[in-house]
């Protein structure tokens, strides 16, 4: 196991480092997790892509949570742990950032697209699934009031969804390709706030270490991966950031 002074060294010398992050890393920007006490599946089911598709009610449901979230996330700024990886992409090191988060707060810390995977979509759209006409997600909501039925497409009324990927939905195979290629490249994988409890996202550190990367991991929580990791750090991104950010400025 590494110590934080020699992980620093090897991020000092490596131009080839991948970041995978997950919720946990948007939780200091005012977003709940999932898993943690409190995380929205604590207080929720999930609404499976199949559930969604088959009955208004589950529909109106999972619109009526996107509604209870929307201040958080319209609200919510990148914080230091975002833009640490945005400066690890300033300094030439950065092979690609791949995301479970759908906020997109990384694109927002200046993380150019090129950089970014999101594994699970994104929440900053809203398409229609009959004809793929994309709307902003603002002008929707705006419809959700009072006893709302689920918003239609305006030009073909079909069933409109966050661009999201629910349990139960394909994952989308163009992000899965970039986020293979990208992970069978990195010299350093690192993973910042995530549980790694959902497959295919978790399985992408593996294949990293199984490729020779060197693993680390910043988690509030232990996961699964710890014993197999080269480097863990157990505590808050933002503080580990601040701090770490220092000891590798001049690399
Ligand atoms: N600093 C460090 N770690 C943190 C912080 C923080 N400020 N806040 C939370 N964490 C850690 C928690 O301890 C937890 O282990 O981040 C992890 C978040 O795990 P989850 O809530 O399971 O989120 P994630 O791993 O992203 O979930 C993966 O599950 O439901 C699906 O689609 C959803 O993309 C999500 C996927
Ligand atoms: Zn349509």
């Known amino acids: 196991m590494l110590t934080l002074e020699e992980f620093a060294g090897k991020i000092r010398q490596s131009g080839d480092i991948v970041v995978f992050t ?41 619109w009526k949570r996107r509604l209870d979230g929307w201040e958080q996330h319209k609200n919510a700024k990148p914080n230091v742990g975002h833009y640490f990886v945005q400066s690890l992409d300033a300094k030439g090191k950065l ?26 979509g994104t929440n900053r759209k809203i398409i229609c699934l009959e004809c793929g006409r994309s709307y902003d997600p603002d002008a929707i909501i705006k419809r959700l009031v009072g006893d709302f039925a689920s918003p239609k497409c305006d030009a073909c009324s079909g069933i409109l ?77 933002g503080e580990f950031c601040g701090r770490f950010g220092e000891m590798i400025a001049d690399g």
Do not use: C
């Open 22 to 62: 997950g919720a946990g890393i948007s939780t200091e920007s005012g977003i709940p997790d999932f898993r943690s006490p409190g995380g929205i599946w604590t207080r929720y089911r999930p609404v499976t892509f199949q559930e969604y598709m088959s009955s208004e009610t589950a529909r109106i449901e999972a």
């Open 161 to 237: 969804k966050s661009a999201t990927v629910s349990f139960g939905q394909a994952m989308p195979e163009a992000a899965m390709r970039r986020a293979q290629e990208w992970t069978e490249q990195a010299e350093i994988f690192i993973v910042m706030g995530s549980s790694l409890q959902v497959q295919p996202a978790a399985s992408f550190p593996v294949v990293a270490k199984r490729n020779g990367a060197l693993l680390a991991i910043i988690n509030r929580e232990p996961t699964p991966l710890d014993d197999y990791a080269d480097f863990v750090h157990q505590g808050a991104i």
């Open 95 to 120: 092979i690609g950032l791949i995301t479970q988060n759908v906020d997109g707060l990384h694109s927002e810390a200046g993380l150019p697209d090129d950089k970014i995977v999101e594994l699970h």
